[in-house]
């Protein structure tokens, strides 16, 4: 089994398909994606052969789970993998396919799924002791994929890898520099990919998501839990500057980067506000107590703050998206926390 070590440069990669433009007019939620030929037996493991577009995503978690539905709304073909028998039958429900995978022991027979694929989408976050756990055998990945249908592939990282900034404002081209062992392997997991994207030929692109936030999974639902925060997620709500990303808006540029395949370019997605966590719950609490008045008796204040060693660890920074704006032409739909979080309240039935 080969070990996968960093590369040391991450060079154009020449493609081996010519990509066909899609159209981009429409830039706001649901059916982002044109309507394509029908999609036949979405219970099957392989892809129909009469559909253009075939997507695989590895990890149907949060993301995933978002981006496949709207997939599967605009007639693509989807599968992905899952931890569970239970979450498989889940997505069975919805019409969609999934493969059972351990992180830590992979069944790499998942392949021979995989390379009849035209879009791979990496959504399987690194383990601290062996890093990614596809990269832990590339040359069967590269040997497999190289034999596929694959033109395009996309890993979700994460804004962790830069590093501590002192709050500065970061872009794609400032150098990372990892300090907790997380960030370190998801850089290491960005390079891998890049360089099997480079052997392969195919499109492939990095998104460095900022803190996920959406529905069910939000400072509204942490406080209509009315459970006290813990001692790290106060301290974590005390930091100055929190880059964070509505998954609709994970979405959409996910799109809008299977229409516009690149060559290893990086993008950071992140809404335009990296406010504290503390001001974002305090806003969460006032959208709450306006709608449904007197009912939270919990408070998650006042919050501790982190020593300096602490912050440091974390990592202070603001993170810019002008990038991903230019390059490939997304207008969010939630510029601020505060936009997002007024949707999730007016969407959500009465929680009392």
């Known amino acids: 089994m080969a070990v996968f070590q960093l590369p040391s440069l991450s060079p154009k990669i020449l493609l081996r398909f010519?990509?066909?433009p899609l159209d981009f007019t429409n830039r706001r939620r649901i059916n982002f994606f044109r309507p394509?030929?029908?999609?036949?037996?979405?219970?099957?493991?392989?892809?129909d052969s009469e559909s253009p577009n075939h997507m695989f995503i590895l990890g149907m978690g949060f993301v995933g789970g978002f981006f496949a539905?709207?997939?599967?709304?605009?007639?693509?073909?989807?599968?992905?993998?899952?931890r569970s028998d239970s979450k498989k039958k889940e997505w069975e429900k919805r019409g969609i396919n999934l493969h059972p995978f351990s992180a830590d022991s992979p069944a790499w027979s998942l392949l021979d799924s995989v390379k009849d694929y035209t879009h791979l989408l990496i959504s399987i976050p690194p383990l601290a002791d062996i890093?990614?756990?596809?990269?832990?055998?590339v040359e069967l990945l590269r040997d497999k994929l190289s034999s596929g249908n694959l033109r395009w592939l996309c890993y979700l990282s994460s804004t962790s890898?830069?590093?501590?900034?002192?709050g500065a404002w970061v872009d794609e081209n400032h150098p990372p520099n990892p300090k907790t062992q997380s960030a370190k392997v998801r850089l290491a997991a960005e390079e891998?990919?890049?360089?099997?994207?480079?052997?392969?030929?195919?499109?492939?692109q990095i998104l460095r998501l900022g803190g996920i936030y959406g529905p069910g999974r939000s400072a509204i639902d942490t406080l209509l839990k009315q459970e006290r925060l813990s001692e790290g997620q106060k301290r974590r709500a005390s930091r100055k500057?929190?880059?964070?990303?509505?998954?609709?808006?994970?979405?959409?540029v996910l799109k809008a980067a299977t229409e516009k395949p690149s060559s290893g370019e990086i993008y950071n997605v992140v809404d335009d506000d990296p406010a504290p966590r503390e001001e974002v719950f305090e806003y969460a609490l006032e959208l709450i107590e306006k709608r449904w008045p007197g009912n939270i008796s919990t408070k998650p204040f006042p919050f501790l703050y982190e020593s300096r060693e602490e912050s440091s660890l974390r990592g202070e920074?603001?993170?810019?998206?002008?990038?991903?704006?230019?390059?490939?032409?997304?207008?969010?739909?939630?510029?601020?926390?505060?936009?997002?979080?007024?949707?999730?309240?007016?969407n959500m039935d009465n929680p009392f």
Not at 131 to 137: A, H, K, S
């Open 18 to 20: 010519t990509p066909t």
């Open 36 to 47: 394509l030929s029908a999609i036949g037996d979405s219970q099957s493991g392989a892809p």
């Open 69 to 82: 539905q709207q997939l599967k709304e605009a007639d693509w073909v989807v599968s992905g993998t899952c």
């Open 131 to 137: 890093g990614d756990p596809m990269l832990r055998n």
């Open 161 to 166: 890898v830069y590093g501590d900034c002192g």
């Open 192 to 204: 891998g990919w890049l360089s099997l994207g480079r052997d392969l030929g195919v499109s492939t």
């Open 241 to 252: 500057f929190t880059s964070r990303v509505h998954v609709e808006d994970i979405c959409q």
């Open 317 to 346: 920074k603001r993170v810019r998206n002008k990038h991903m704006k230019n390059k490939l032409g997304v207008k969010l739909i939630y510029p601020s926390y505060k936009s997002g979080l007024q949707s999730i309240v007016e």
